[in-house]
């Protein structure tokens, strides 16, 4: 997984975000391949399933897994990338599935380990086979639109974005800036300062989680 660091992008606005799509459009262009976008925000809402309502688009499932114990919480929408997989390699299949994912995703934001950054979900069954009517897949795995974790005491709203050599980068900011926005609202209405700066923008170095 590429990252872009701060000082690529020294202004958070919307400007800034249509200079990254640009990188990933040209980056599509190059490898011949669509690339992902995965833009990464510190949040300071505890409820990830209700900073999801908020920015996720009316109609569109959701996804949920919380541990308590473990302060820990991860709240999905819609599908950037999925694939349906079954038989006794399912799961090699999808881990490398998940690997070319990464390999072509460009990441940038408030990037930390263990922390911000795309995150793939899945759900199994336990049966290799199946999958067709109402019977779910055997193995169902999605890299999410956008994603909102909690964990340790920090908070993260990410999203991830699917960039061709063909994307309109103006539709696609306007999408992920409107959610940006409705963040900002959420603030204000919690009574916090929503004229202070987001936090910079950083790189991330580790390797990216793989959420069940």
């Known amino acids: 997984m590429q990252t872009i660091p701060a000082n690529s992008f020294p202004a958070r606005d919307e400007a800034s975000l249509v200079a990254f799509l640009e990188h990933c459009r040209e980056e599509a262009r190059s490898n011949g391949s669509p690339r992902f976008a995965s833009i990464t925000i510190a949040t300071d809402f505890v409820d990830p399933l209700a900073v999801l309502e908020a920015i996720r688009e009316d109609g569109n ?13 991860l709240a999905c929408g819609e599908a950037t990338a999925y ?40 759900s199994a069954t336990f049966e290799e086979g199946g999958g067709s ?34 994307s309109d980068l103006s539709a696609l900011a306007e999408r ?9 609202h959420l603030r204000d209405e919690g009574g916090n300062d929503t004229n202070s700066a987001p936090p910079c923008l950083s790189a991330r170095s580790d390797e990216p989680d793989y959420e069940v």
């Open 83 to 122: 694939a349906e997989f079954s038989g006794p390699e399912r799961f090699a299949e999808a881990k490398r599935f998940a690997t070319d994912v990464f390999s072509c995703t460009i990441a940038t934001g408030d990037l930390a380990p263990g922390g911000g950054g795309p995150t793939f979900t899945l």
């Open 61 to 73: 499932p959701l996804w949920f897994v919380e541990r308590p114990s473990e302060e820990f919480a």
């Open 133 to 166: 009517g109402d019977h779910p897949s055997p193995l169902t795995l999605f890299l999410p639109r956008w994603q909102v974790l909690r964990r340790g005491g920090r908070h993260y709203a990410v999203a991830n974005a699917e960039v061709s050599a063909e």
């Open 176 to 184: 992920i800036w409107t959610a940006h926005a409705k963040l900002a």
